[in-house]
């Protein structure tokens, strides 16, 4: 029937058909992670065992048979690096979510705090800054009028320039 080199050819062929659509399997969430840098609908538990089960199958492929299983170790090992990379990117958007909702927290309790000052206090820091309000335009008044006197001085100047 078939000779054994079209056996091995056979197996050979399929292993590699199976290894390119293992490695591409991942391929495309990866790359919309890349692209979105959103996690929030991936199951972290999702692609720990997806790591796990890439680790296990690579082990295997490599390490326990006596003929190694090249297809079967490069496809997982693909799945190994795709599937953590994702898991990075999950652990840190969850990181990034804390920290952004510990200063939410902060945030909230500042505007109770401030909730919290009466109506004297904040009056008293409306008058304050009133205060300083018009201190400037005293100050941007002053300047208006020094550069009313150069701009006088330099009339003259051009003046006894043109004599």
Known sequence: MFM??????????????????SFSMLLPQVIKVC????????????????????CIWTSYALLAKSEKDWQVGC????????????LIFIIVNKVKDKITLNRLKK????????????????????????????NMQKEIEKLEENVEVLEEQVEILEEKIED
């Open 4 to 21: 054994a080199s079209e056996v091995n050819l056979a197996e050979t062929i399929l292993g590699w058909i199976g290894f390119a659509t």
């Open 35 to 54: 692209i979105t840098k959103n996690t929030k609908a991936l199951s972290p538990i999702m692609f720990f065992l997806t790591f796990l089960n890439a």
């Open 75 to 86: 496809a997982n090992l693909a799945a190994m690096v795709a599937s953590l990379f994702i």
């Open 107 to 134: 945030d909230k309790k500042l505007n109770e705090s401030l909730d919290e000052m009466s109506v004297v206090e904040i009056k008293n820091e409306n008058e304050l800054l009133s205060e300083e309000i018009i």
